[in-house]
């Protein structure tokens, strides 16, 4: 099976890389090799790769920033889908697209399922939730939340930078979720590509937190690895207090029971994998 990455230099493309199961043959690609909002070159340039699998983790994620470009976060998040979910029903493939809780509004009293109705609340989640328009049934969506991995660009590392320079820092703790490790994430989605998996799909790490709840653990997990010399003080804060630009679902909790089932696996809870990730980040 040739397989083909999108999005090759983000958290969880690279993850993609690093876990891709044996006797596989694949490609990643990038911003530097291809338009993403150019349909033309986009379109041309999976005629060349001929993958039986596309795996589109490529995105706009600047949450804040897409408030004021939306038209240019639609052109990745959904037109881009569009032309590649065009592609692969041409060439006999497969779409594995990759997307967020934020094509939820967050009012939901119970984890979110794969079929619970979308409201996104956001410019970043409406064209989010445009782009899954675009997959078909025999494709596979995936959702996640809260993604972070070693040597990324993710609230992990910018926590451990603030807590290097702060003796005070102040995390919302009124938005609830569960973190999700993009190690962990990758190799959910081989394994649900290697069982056939079509339809949509949830996947985070066990266990529930507050993002306050994550930056204490945080704090905890990467003083013991000596990746902080001392411990500082979180300080619960409200969404109130930390206004954003673009709106945030104030409980976005996945529910990944059928993932599991189609892997035959547990989860494994959010902490144990923020502490794995921890230990590569101090490995250097």
Do not use: C
Not at 22 to 36: S, T
Not at 66 to 75: L, R, S
Not at 225 to 231: D, F, K, P, S
């Amino acid at each position: 099976m040739k397989v083909l990455i999108t999005g090759a230099n983000g958290q969880l493309g690279g993850a993609l890389q690093r876990t891709i199961p044996e006797g596989l043959d694949f490609n990643a690609i990038d911003v530097e090799d291809v338009d993403f909002t150019e349909p033309a070159m986009l379109a041309a340039r999976l005629v060349v790769e001929a993958p039986d699998t596309l795996i589109n983790t490529a995105a706009y994620t600047a949450v804040d920033k897409a408030e004021d470009n939306e038209e240019t976060a639609h052109e990745i998040n959904a037109e881009a889908v569009a032309v590649m979910a065009e592609a692969m029903r041409d060439q006999g493939g497969k779409l594995v697209q990759i997307s967020t809780d934020f094509v939820f509004d967050g009012t939901s009293p119970r984890a979110y399922r794969p079929d619970d109705p979308r409201a996104p609340l956001s410019a970043y989640g409406r064209t989010k939730a445009a782009g899954e328009d675009y997959v078909g049934a025999s494709d596979l969506l995936v959702r996640t939340a809260w993604v972070y991995e070693a040597g990324g660009a993710n609230f992990v590392r910018t926590m451990i930078r603030l807590m290097k320079e702060r003796d005070e820092v102040s995390v919302v703790a009124d938005q609830i979720g569960s973190p999700t490790w993009a190690t962990g994430l990758a190799r959910a989605i081989w394994g649900l590509i290697e069982k056939g998996a079509v339809g949509t799909y949830h996947h985070s790490d066990a266990g529930v937190a507050s993002w306050y709840d994550f930056a204490v653990a945080i704090a905890e997990e990467a003083h013991a690895v000596g990746l902080l010399q001392r411990l500082p003080n979180v300080r619960p804060i409200t969404t109130a207090e930390y206004p954003t630009r673009a709106p945030r679902p104030a409980f976005s909790l996945l529910d990944s029971r059928a993932t599991r089932e189609v892997l035959g696996s547990r989860a494994v809870h959010w902490r144990d994998n923020l502490r794995l990730m921890l230990k590569e980040e101090a490995l250097g």
